[in-house]
């Protein structure tokens, strides 16, 4: 089983950029499509972003459409997620996972520790 370790996140003004990366531990992480997922303090875990395995397929969630961009290098085994025109309520801690949707992560226990984006003035 992949295991992911997320890095980029940090604290940045509004309108900000910061760029995410999401390093499997195993090139059997390329059979998969890799979802970008946060949780903000109080609440649930959403779906942010996802890229298919093929990277013909991205998804958004509606509040990132513009801002954020998802792409993946294979040889390097990395999913990344662009983050432009950061807004305060982006500020979450962020996670990578092998699926786009939290139904479909029911159950899944390999959580890494995520990668803490705060935009605030």
């Known amino acids: 089983q992949a295991h992911f370790v997320e890095s980029g996140g940090g604290l940045v003004q509004p309108g900000g950029s910061l760029r995410l990366s999401c390093q499997a531990s195993?090139?059997?992480?390329?059979?998969?499509?890799i979802g970008w997922f946060r949780q903000a303090p109080g609440k649930g875990r959403e779906a942010v972003s996802c890229?298919?395995?093929?990277?013909?397929?991205?998804t958004y969630a509606d509040s990132v459409k513009g801002r954020f961009t998802i792409s993946r290098d294979l040889e390097k085994k990395t999913v990344y997620l662009q983050m432009n025109n950061l807004k305060p309520e982006d500020t979450a801690r962020y996670y990578c996972?092998?699926?786009?949707?939290?139904?479909?992560?029911?159950?899944?226990?390999?959580w890494g520790q995520g990668t803490q984006v705060s935009v605030s003035s």
């Open positions: 996972a092998p699926a786009c949707t939290i139904v479909a992560l029911q159950g899944y226990d390999n």
């Open positions: 890229i298919a395995k093929s990277e013909k397929s991205t």
């Open positions: 195993t090139s059997a992480s390329d059979a998969y499509s």
